[in-house]
C-alpha cells in the first residue's frame, strides 16, 4: 500500500549540531532530489547507484544560489525503512540549513510529514508490524540500556512472534470448532469437549505468561517511581547522593534542611528510577518546610516503591510510627542508617509493625550495605517471574489491555467448555482473544487506534 504523497520532515533534534538531516519518502523522492542536488563529481544523482553517499551541493532550481554543501543517500523501494523510494539529506547542523533545505523540498512537490508518518507507512507497507512500530519509539525514550535493549529485541519482532504463535494456535483452535459446527453429520475427527478444553487451557497459559512481565517490562520503559522517605536527618539527602554518585541534595547535621522534593533519574543495574529525595516528615511551623512536608506526602502517595529510612542509633520516635502506619499498604524497603553508631532502635518492634516488610541495615557514611539495598530492588521488579535476559517483555500500556481482554475471554470460553455450551457460543470466546492479540501486532486495529498510536512519534520518525 504506497502512498500518493512524498513526504519530508527533519529528521533531527533542533539545535547545534555536527550534522542535520531531511528525509523523504515516496515516489517522488528521487525525481526532487535532482531537481536541487548537484553532485561533485557527475552530473545526476541518478547517475550513481542506491545506498551510495554522494557529496555535492544544495541549489535551489529558482534563484541558482547554493543551499548548503551536504552528503546525499537516495534508496530504492521496497528495501527501506518506509518500504518506499528514501532520500536522506546530511547538511550542515543547526536550524537553519535544515529548515532551508526543508523549505525546499517543500517548494518542490513533498509534504510535511505528519508525527509518525514515516514510521506509519513502514506499518502501511508490511515492513513491521504495529508492536515493532511502537518500539521504534520506546528505543528513541528508553532510559536505561535495558529499556533500550528490551525495545531493541521487539522492534526485532520479539513480542510480535510470541503473538503471532499464539494467533496461530487459537486459528486452529476455531478451524476445528467450525468444522464441528458446519459440517455435524461428515466423517470427520469429532473435536471432543475433552481436547478442546486442554488446548485453550495451553493457550490461556501462554497468554498468562506474557503477561506476567508487564510489571517489569512497565518498570524497564518507564522507569519505577520511588521515593525516599523518613524524619528529618535520618540520611535521605545522604542516601540520594550515594545512589546518585554526586553531591546533588544539601546535607547539613541541621533537621529540616531539605525544603523541597528533589526528583532524578538513575540506573541500577539496569532498572531506571525516578527517585525523589522529600522533605523530612513532622510538625513544623516553619511555612516553607510545611509546604515541602505536603509535598513529600503527596509524593509518597504516588510511589511504586517507597524507601523509608530510620536511624538506628535512636529509638522509634512517633514521627517514624506515624509514617509507619501508612507504610503498610505501599511497597516498601526499610533501611536503617547509621549502623556505624551504637545500635539503639528495636528491630523486633519494626517487625511487629511492618510484618513482611524488607529490613536493610546500612551505614551510607561507611558506604555499607547499598549493594543489598540495589539487590533488592533489582529482584522486587523482577518479581521471580521473569528472567533478567528475558526478550519478550511486554511494555506497553496498550499491548497489556489487549492481552488483559484476550485472557478473559479464554477464560471465558474454558467456563463455556465446561458448563458444556454449544460450540457457537465458545467460538465466540475464542475469535474474541484472536482479535484482541491481532491489536498488538495491528492485524485487527482500526484506524482511529493507528491515529493516536503514531500521533504520539516525533516529527521525522
Known amino acids: 500500500m ?15 549540531a555536527g550534522i542535520g538531516i531531511v528525509r523523504l519518502s515516496g515516489e517522488k523522492s528521487i525525481h526532487i532530489l535532482d531537481e536541487i542536488f548537484k553532485p561533485t563529481r557527475k552530473n545526476s544523482i541518478k547517475d550513481y547507484e542506491p545506498r ?22 537516495y534508496m530504492k523501494e521496497p528495501f527501506t525503512y518506509t518500504g518506499e ?86 486459528l486452529e483452535v476455531l478451524a476445528h470448532i467450525t468444522v464441528n459446527i458446519d459440517f455435524p453429520d461428515e466423517d470427520i475427527e469429532e473435536l471432543t469437549y475433552d ?17 506476567d512481565t508487564a510489571h517489569t517490562g512497565k518498570i524497564l520503559k518507564e522507569g519505577l517511581n520511588t521515593v525516599i522517605i523518613g524524619k528529618p536527618n535520618v540520611g535521605k539527602s545522604s542516601l540520594m547522593n550515594a545512589l546518585l554518585k554526586e553531591s546533588r541534595a544539601i546535607v547539613t547535621d ?3 534542611t531539605t525544603r523541597d522534593i528533589i526528583e532524578e533519574i538513575i540506573s541500577i543495574k ?11 516528615i513532622r510538625e513544623t511551623q516553619d511555612v516553607v518546610e510545611k509546604i515541602g512536608v505536603e509535598r513529600s506526602k503527596e509524593s509518597f502517595n504516588k510511589a511504586d516503591l517507597v524507601i523509608f529510612i530510620l536511624n538506628a542509633s535512636e529509638e522509634l520516635s512517633i514521627e517514624d510510627k506515624e509514617i509507619m502506619d501508612k507504610l503498610k499498604d505501599k511497597e516498601t524497603i526499610i533501611l536503617m542508617n547509621k549502623t556505624d553508631l551504637p545500635n539503639v532502635i528495636d528491630l523486633e518492634e519494626i517487625k511487629k509493625l511492618l510484618p513482611g516488610k524488607s529490613i536493610i ?47 478473559t ?23 474474541d482473544c484472536w482479535e484482541s492479540l491481532g491489536e498488538i501486532t495491528g492485524d485487527t486495529t482500526s484506524e482511529d487506534m493507528l491515529d493516536r498510536i503514531f500521533s504520539s512519534f516525533c516529527i521525522g520518525k
Open 85 to 170: 523510494d528514501v532520500v536522506e539529506i546530511n547538511c550542515h547542523g543547526g536550524m537553519v540549513p535544515v529548515k532551508n533545505i526543508l523549505d525546499l523540498v517543500l517548494r518542490q512537490g513533498a509534504f510535511m510529514a505528519d508525527r509518525g508518518e514515516f514510521t506509519k507507512r513502514a506499518f502501511l507497507n508490511g515492513r513491521i508490524d504495529l508492536s515493532q512500530a511502537e518500539a521504534v519509539m520506546d528505543m528513541i525514550k528508553a532510559k536505561t540500556s535495558t529499556g533500550f535493549h528490551v525495545a531493541l529485541n521487539q522492534l526485532e519482532g520479539s513480542l510480535s512472534n510470541e503473538v503471532k504463535v499464539i494467533r496461530h494456535d487459537l
Open 361 to 407: 541495615p546500612i551505614s551510607v557514611k561507611e558506604n555499607k550495605g547499598l549493594d543489598l539495598l540495589e539487590d533488592k530492588i533489582v529482584n522486587m521488579v523482577y518479581e521471580g517471574k521473569v528472567q533478567r535476559n528475558e526478550d519478550s517483555l511486554v511494555t506497553n500500556a496498550r499491548h497489556k489491555r489487549a492481552l488483559e481482554v484476550g485472557k
Open 2 to 16: 504506497m502512498a500518493e504523497n512524498t513526504i519530508a520532515a527533519i529528521a533531527t533534534a533542533p539545535g547545534e
Open 195 to 211: 481436547k478442546l478444553e486442554k488446548d485453550s487451557i495451553k493457550i490461556l497459559e501462554k497468554v498468562e505468561k506474557l503477561l
Open 52 to 73: 551510495r553517499i554522494t557529496h555535492g551541493k544544495i541549489i535551489d532550481p529558482h534563484t541558482q544560489k547554493i543551499v548548503d554543501e551536504v552528503l546525499v543517500t
Open 409 to 431: 475471554s479464554m477464560e471465558e470460553g474454558i467456563e463455556a467448555i465446561r458448563s458444556g455450551l454449544a460450540l457457537d457460543f465458545v467460538e465466540v470466546d475464542i475469535k
Open 254 to 256: 541541621v533537621p529540616g
Open 270 to 280: 539496569g532498572i531506571p528510577l525516578r527517585i525523589t529525595d522529600t522533605a523530612g
